[in-house]
C-alpha cells in the first residue's frame, strides 16, 4: 500500500530544548515535509533562537529549499519572560561546555545568513506555494500567530492546521501555578487566536506531561543507540534534567514539543476533544491561565467549541516513536 505524502508543516518555535528535539524530530519524521521554521521570542530572546534554530539544522541534513525566518523580537503587551533556567543562559542546555576530546566546540555555531528573512514573509511564501496544505506547529508563544492575524490574515486563514503545544486545563501549569509558559509569556496573543475561528488543536501540558523520561532512562536510549543524534539528545538535556531533578523533584525531562510534533505525524497518538477554551489575560495571579469549558451542559447550552484539545495520549508508542527517531538504532 502506498505511503500517504506527507504532511506539510511550519514549524514555529523558541529553541529551547524541547522545541531542538522537536526540530530534529520533525526533520527525521517520513509523515512529515518541513517546509519552513520560524522563530519567536520564549525560552530565549528572539535572536539566540535563531542563532540556537541555525546551530540546530547545522547538525542534520535539511530538506533543500527549507525557508527560515525570525519572527516577534517581544510579547503584543507584556515585558518578555524567558525559561533560562531551564534551557541554560544559550538556551541550549549550555551546550558551549560540550566539547571534543580536542577542546573545540562539539556543536559549533553557525553564522547567521546575511539577509534573514521575517517569519511573516515565510509563512506567506509557503501558503503561495502550497496552499490549503500546510500545517503549523507553533512550539512557543503565540506572537507570530497574533501578528499574523493582523498584518498577513490571508496567509493565516490558509493554513490548514494550527497545533499549538501550550496550555494546562485540568493540571497545573509550569511557569506559575495556573499557567503554562507559551500562554504565560503572550496571553494576549494566545486570546487574539484562539478568537480567530483557526483550525487549531491544543496540545497542553494534560497530555504533554505524561510523556517524560528520566536523565537514566534517556542514557539508556542514546547508549544503544549507534547514530549522533543521541548524543546531541543527552548533550542539550543535562540543564533541564538538573532543573527537573533539584528543583521540579521528579526528575523527568517532558517531550512537550516533540509531542505537538508527534500530533502532526500521527493523529491517532492523541484522543482530542472539542471545547471552548479562553486565556486569561488581566489575571493577577491567573494571567495565562487556559479556561476550558467542562460544564455537563446540553450540546446547544454549551459556549461553542474554538478548538479541539487534546484530553489523552498513547504514552508508550509517544515513547517508542521519540526513541526510535531520537536516539535510533540503525
Ligand atoms: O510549557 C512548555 C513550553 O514552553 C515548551 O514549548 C517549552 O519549549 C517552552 O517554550
Ligand atoms: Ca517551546
Redesign the pocket.
Known sequence: MQRPSPTKVILDT?P?V??ALAILLALASPELEVVGVTTVC??VPVGQATKNLFRVLNLVKTPPGLLVGQGAARPLEEDLVT?VQVHGSDGLGELDSVLTAEGALRYPHVRLPPVLSTAQDVWSECVRRYPDEVTLIT??PLTNVALGLKVNPLTIQKFRSVIV??GAIGVPG??APAA???MYVDPHAAHRVFQASLPLTLVP?DV?TRVGVTRERLTTWAAESCDPLGRITTDMTRKAFEFAETVEGHGLFYF??PLAVLAAADSSLLKVEPFHVAVETDGRVSRGMTVADRRLRRPEEKTSPNMHVAVDVDVDRALSLLRNRLCPWS
Request: charged share 25%.
Open positions: 523558541d529551547g524541547d522545541d520564549g525560552n525559561a512550539l512557543g503545544m501550550g509550569n511557569i503554562e509558559f507559551n501540558l504533554t512537550h514539543d
